[in-house]
């Protein structure tokens, strides 16, 4: 069993970075592989809506970045994790360009465990959390359940310590995570067929 979990922030050793140790020692505890894959730092172009994702192989046009060299591992993941630290009440943008190419092709993480943790120094957190869910709702992924939503405060690792609850609500999700995860494996009921999407465009 194991979990992708990625770094939204340019900061290798940033916030997001240590929110996401905690849930990876969590998740090991339980005998979870965890691999963090940074995200933040790289050089990523934003989704051009050309379509190309629609035609097989179903993969992103552009080839030249980690987008489609991720997709393989989350694919084969038994659960995801999205970090982002929180730029303008929002995702920041290269971690956006990421997951919007990563997901509009479609993933195979129906059914299985995800979460996600915003940062910040201050303000638009739960706005965070809401974008970052987006992504995992729309791939109908199992969203972890949690003491609080998943935000954190702090400029730097050592004022994220002092965030005493949001540590607690970190720590929380990865444990939840993991039982999740066990219990998805051991549920041994077949998951509903999967349905043909309607596309209704609201166009008047
Ligand atoms: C461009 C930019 C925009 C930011 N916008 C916000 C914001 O809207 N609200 C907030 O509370 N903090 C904001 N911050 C602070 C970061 O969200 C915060 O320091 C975060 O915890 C950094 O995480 P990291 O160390 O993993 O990069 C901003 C920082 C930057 C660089």
Redesign the pocket.
Known sequence: MNVIAFNG???KE????HALCVMKEELEHEGIGTEIIQIGGENIRGCADCGGCRRPPFVCVFDDDPVNRCREKVNAADGIILGS?????GIAGTFKSFLDRLFFPGTRLRYKAGAVVA??????GVFTFQQLTNYLNLAQVVLTPTVYWGVIH???PGEFEEDREGLQITRVTGRNMAWLIKTLAAGGIAPPEEIKRERTNFIR
């Open positions: 922030s340019p900061h940033g916030v997001v970075n630290p929180v730029y303008y009440g940062s910040l120094r201050r303000s638009g702090g400029n730097t």
